[in-house]
T-cell receptor
Framework: GENVEQHPSTLSVQEGDSAVIKCTYS??????FPWYKQELGKGPQLIID?????GEKKDQRIAVTLNKTAKHFSLHITETQPEDSAVYFC??????????????FGAGTRLAVHP | NAGVMQNPRHLVRRRGQEARLRCSPM?????VYWYRQLPEEGLKFMVY????????ESGMPKERFSAEFPKEGPSILRIQQVVRGDSAAYFC????????????FGPGTRLTVT
């Protein structure tokens, strides 16, 4: 079945450094790739997403890149701040008959940003 | 603008009891997904519902689990005769239309089975 691999599982950086999280997916028909941030005791929050018709998308300090040929996509956070500390999940989905999509999640990356 | 609401936030049940989890989608959203998150793992799809219809329940265990989304009121995920392995966080997400890519998650219900 569909699978999403996410690396690394933990990531520790100094404030101001960049953080990169990588994901690979198995279903070549996947066409939507969101990233979620989950803080302790809360639900996942959509922070950025990309669709298969573009290779890169940026929103202030975060950016996502997509390589459809290699079936991998990455999250880049620049100028990290302590409040960026959380668990980050990548996901992939494809439109199913009827138009809906169910997300296949990676296992998550625990990011710690140290002051 | 209220987001997705879930209640209760925490639920403790003894083995063999029933657990009933509720989800109210964002205003204007009529499509609900349920996901389960085991400790230290990613979320796993369980079921997708529209008002009064179950569209995809391919992620639901075959026994003891059921879901509904009535014409009026919240979506409900029901677990009968709970076992310890059902302990997890259960999240619902809503989207405005069937073909919308974005899913917005609620805060989750953390179920503990003792």
């Amino acid at each position: 079945g569909e699978n999403v691999e996410q690396h690394p599982s933990t990531l520790s950086v100094q404030e101001g450094d960049s953080a990169v999280i990588k994901c690979t997916y198995s279903d070549s028909a996947s066409n939507y790739f969101p990233w979620y941030k989950q803080e302790l005791g809360k639900g996942p929050q959509l922070i950025i997403d990309i669709r298969s018709n573009v290779g890169e998308k940026k929103d202030q300090r975060i950016a996502v890149t997509l390589n459809k040929t290699a079936k991998h996509f990455s999250l880049h956070i620049t100028e990290t701040q302590p409040e960026d500390s959380a668990v980050y999940f990548c996901a992939a989905s494809r439109s199913l008959s009827g138009g809906y999509n169910k997300l296949i999640f990676g296992a998550g990356t625990r990011l710690a940003v140290h002051p | 603008n209220a987001g997705v609401m879930q209640n209760p936030r925490h639920l403790v049940r003894r083995r063999g009891q029933e657990a009933r989890l509720r989800c109210s989608p964002m205003k204007g959203h009529s499509h609900v997904y349920w996901y389960r998150q085991l400790p230290e793992e990613g979320l796993k799809f369980m079921v997708y519902l529209q008002k009064e219809n179950i569209i995809d329940e391919s992620g639901m265990p075959k026994e003891r689990f059921s879901a509904e989304f009535p014409k009026e009121g919240p979506s409900i995920l029901r677990i009968q005769q709970v076992v310890r392995g059902d302990s997890a966080a259960y999240f619902c997400a809503s989207s405005p239309v069937q073909t919308s890519y974005e899913q917005y998650f609620g805060p989750g219900t953390r179920l503990t089975v003792t």
